[in-house]
């Protein structure tokens, strides 16, 4: 019969954490029967479980090496991981996304004290933070800024990738079992898959290149996640404060963590509740959450003209359930959506020209803040246009998962642990007494199912959703026999490296190619434009839009005031695919016409007009100057 006791000499049943010790000394003392196993207990101040049987000395299995090996384990796939989480960040985009200008822009608008620019209802602070304190420590040129923008990336998806670890200590197996190793294979175990899990969706679903706030909010919900979990185990102030403080930070990140922080809080009440214990933590919690939500809320707020926690929310689901125009130059049509109280300016009809060079000083204007440009918008709820984007969102979510090797193989390994268990029932028990654990991932994928989904915003629940069949069986006393951990590991990594090598291969062949940001036509297109002769700050006109996209503005300083074309995308009446683009009838119209769409651009106060793409059998028209090593060419207006 086996005896437990803590340092106190209490019952172990009265204690929720059990630590089993490996230390030297401690493997030492084990060797002396009773009294060893009593002078290690007495050893720490902490809470630690020792097994003995009557006064036989500790079992053999327990090996002087088992440490360092672990602690090597550990160190080389963190480091695998960190290598490929630095190549795919610096390979795999070298440009900007529509979302990265915006937060670049409000990175820029921070030491200049932009307070309107700052609390935007649309795209929030929290990352762009990061990205303006990291900028002034490296050198005030376009590749340095380059630079600094993948350093943070990096550093966040380390920190997530410790947070992920932070996670798993959290579901750690610590059951007492036969022998210290067993557990320390379930440990091996769990953690070698949860790797396999990180690597192929961090990387491959969400990215180090991607310039955004999503990894930053993995990053958080992992941390939130694992103190929940932790909570329940040992109610304490502490933690709860600390939970508060990530939820207020995960909502200065992302508008979403609003609705998470609400799905997280209830259901660390509910849990602790249903467990008889102490639920007053979780008021501290949302004390300080409500302290953290609260000035962002009031500048928010202030920026926007009204009451608002964030327009992220009502603004794609405007634009992606109620299939409101979206993204540029909305000028009220169809009727029926409303009238934009503050629209851009179209300054002409044939062809469409919009002008938007105020209130507003960032790179792209019209998408630099949505919610001011659409202000005046109707909101409202149709049952219809409701289950439409459900069902629209949930072919998406199928077509996301389809190219992912990881969900394959976390599907055939739960399979294989599941009839490799005895006891079905305890499996399926063990998996339900969890819901604290996935619940609030679950509740994620949920929310954006019903407004907007893309497969960037779920990393952090995949993670912890494929997780789950893991965990479920690390805590189960009948566990696995070495050959089926064995054999679910190779799965596993073999699914990892599949998924890198197919969804990542732009980083194996920009690799292979030496393609890095220099090559991208973008950033070659913001360097002719300095030769050139323009300066930072000056104002641009642009044949076509809408220019979200505008890598090439934003690292040559320039901003964009004007457009040809931009027309907001209707997707109940949408372009016929053959319809000819701006810019294809921008350079098979007459010189005459071209000349009439540059002297209104000239009325707009920029300074260049620029068009790419022009036929190769059409000639240069007069005063278009073609710039040099790009596709694009430029007229001068002053």
Not at 146 to 151: G, L
Not at 415 to 426: E, H, N, P, Q, T
Not at 480 to 495: E, G
């Given at each position: 019969m086996?005896v ?14 059990v630590?089993?010790?490996h230390?030297?000394q401690?493997i030492n ?11 290690l207990?007495g ?7 020792v ?8 079992p ?7 440490p ?6 550990h160190?080389?796939v963190?480091?695998?991981i ?9 390979y ?9 200008i915006?937060y ?16 935007n ?9 990061l990205?303006?304190v990291?900028?002034?420590f490296f050198p005030p040129t376009?590749a340095?800024?380059w ?12 920190g ?10 959290s579901?750690d197996?610590a059951?007492l ?8 294979r379930?440990?091996?175990f769990?953690?070698l ?6 690597v ?8 180090v290149?991607?310039?955004g ?11 939130a996640?694992a103190?929940v979990i ?10 709860a404060?600390?939970l508060?403080l990530?939820?207020?930070l995960?909502y200065?990140?992302k508008g979403?963590f ?8 209830v259901v660390?009440t509910v ?11 979780i008021?501290?919690s ?6 953290m ?6 500048g928010?707020?202030w920026?926007?003209?009204k009451?608002t926690?964030?327009e992220?929310?009502?603004l794609?689901?405007?634009f992606?359930?109620?299939l ?5 130059n909305?000028?009220?049509k ?15 009809e ?13 790179t ?9 440009w659409?202000?005046?918008?109707r ?5 219809k246009?409701?289950a ?9 979510l ?12 976390v ?7 599941f ?15 969890y ?21 960037r ?9 494929c997780?789950l069949?893991?965990v479920?069986?690390?805590q ?10 064995t ?22 062949v920009?690799m292979s190619n ?5 090559e991208?036509?973008?950033w ?9 002769g323009?300066?930072p700050g000056?104002?641009?006109a642009?044949v ?8 090439w ?6 901003r ?10 209707d ?9 000819q683009s701006?810019?294809?009838?921008f350079w098979?119209s007459?010189?005459?016409?071209q ?5 209104i ?21 007069v ?16």
């Amino acid at each position: 019969m086996y005896v437990f006791a803590d340092h106190n000499r209490q019952p172990l049943s009265r204690f929720r954490y059990v630590t089993i010790v490996h230390t030297p000394q401690a493997i030492n003392l084990l060797g002396k029967g009773r009294s060893g196993v009593l002078a290690l207990v007495g050893m720490s101040t902490q809470k630690i479980a020792v097994i003995a049987k009557g006064s036989e000395p500790f079992p053999t299995g327990v090996r002087r090496n088992a440490p360092r090996r672990v602690a090597a384990y550990h160190l080389v796939v963190t480091c695998l991981i960190l290598i490929l989480g630095a190549l795919e960040g610096w390979y795999k985009r070298t440009d900007f996304s529509t979302d990265a200008i915006s937060y670049l822009d409000i990175s820029r608008a921070i030491p200049l004290r932009d307070w309107k620019m700052i609390f935007n209802p649309l795209w929030s602070v929290g990352y762009p933070v990061l990205l303006a304190v990291a900028r002034p420590f490296f050198p005030p040129t376009g590749a340095g800024e380059w630079f600094s923008i993948h350093v943070v990336n990096f550093a966040i998806f380390v920190g997530a990738w410790f947070a992920f670890l932070f996670l798993l200590r959290s579901v750690d197996p610590a059951f007492l079992f036969k022998e210290p190793e067993d557990i320390e294979r379930r440990r091996m175990f769990l953690f070698l898959s949860g790797a396999c899990i990180f690597v192929s969706i961090q990387l491959c679903i969400d990215s180090v290149s991607r310039v955004g706030p999503d990894l930053l909010v993995t990053l958080l919900f992992f941390l939130a996640t694992a103190l929940v979990i932790r909570l329940l185990r040992a109610p304490s102030y502490g933690r709860a404060a600390l939970l508060g403080l990530i939820l207020g930070l995960g909502y200065w990140t992302k508008g979403i963590f609003m609705a998470l922080a609400a799905a997280l809080l209830v259901v660390a009440t509910v849990a602790l509740f249903s467990k008889k214990r102490k639920v007053t933590p979780i008021f501290l919690s949302f004390a300080i959450f409500i302290l953290m939500v609260v000035p962002y809320a009031a500048g928010l707020s202030w920026s926007f003209g009204k009451f608002t926690l964030g327009e992220s929310g009502p603004l794609n689901y405007a634009f992606h359930v109620n299939l409101l125009p979206r993204w540029t130059n909305w000028q009220g049509k169809p009727d029926g959506y409303g009238k934009p109280i503050h629209p851009t300016q179209q300054i002409s009809e044939d062809p469409n020209i919009f002008t938007f060079g105020e209130p507003y000083h960032n790179t792209y204007p019209p998408f630099g803040n949505i919610a001011y440009w659409y202000q005046g918008y109707r909101h409202f709820w149709s049952l219809k246009y409701q289950a439409v984007g459900i069902a629209r969102d949930l072919q998406y979510l199928v077509q996301a998962l389809i190219p992912q090797p990881i969900f394959y193989a976390v599907v055939l390994s739960a399979i294989l642990m599941f009839f490799a268990v005895k006891d079905k029932k305890i499996w399926i028990g063990t998996t339900a007494a969890y819901w604290p654990f996935y619940l609030p991932a679950v509740v994620g994928v949920l929310l954006y199912i019903q407004v907007h989904l893309e497969d960037r915003y779920l990393g952090s629940f995949f993670s912890i959703l494929c997780l789950l069949p893991f965990v479920t069986i690390a805590q189960l006393r009948d566990g696995l026999s070495r050959k089926t951990q064995t054999l679910v590991l190779v799965i596993m990594a073999a699914s990892a490296l599949l998924n890198y090598a197919l969804v990542d291969k732009d980083v194996l062949v920009h690799m292979s190619n030496h393609y890095t940001y220099a090559e991208n036509p973008q950033w070659k297109l913001a360097v002719a434009l300095e030769r050139a002769g323009l300066n930072p700050g000056d104002q641009m006109a642009v044949v076509g839009g809408p220019n979200a996209s505008c890598t090439w503005a934003y690292f040559a300083h320039l901003r964009i005031v004007a457009e040809l074309g931009g027309e907001p995308f209707d997707q109940r009446h949408p372009a016929p695919p053959d319809a000819q683009s701006p810019i294809a009838k921008f350079w098979h119209s007459s010189q005459a016409q071209q000349q009439k769409i540059v002297d209104i651009f000239r009325q707009t106060g920029a300074v260049a007009v620029i068009a790419s793409e022009k036929p190769p059998d059409i000639a240069a028209p007069v005063g278009w100057r073609h710039l040099e090593g790009t596709n694009t060419w430029m007229y001068r207006l002053h």
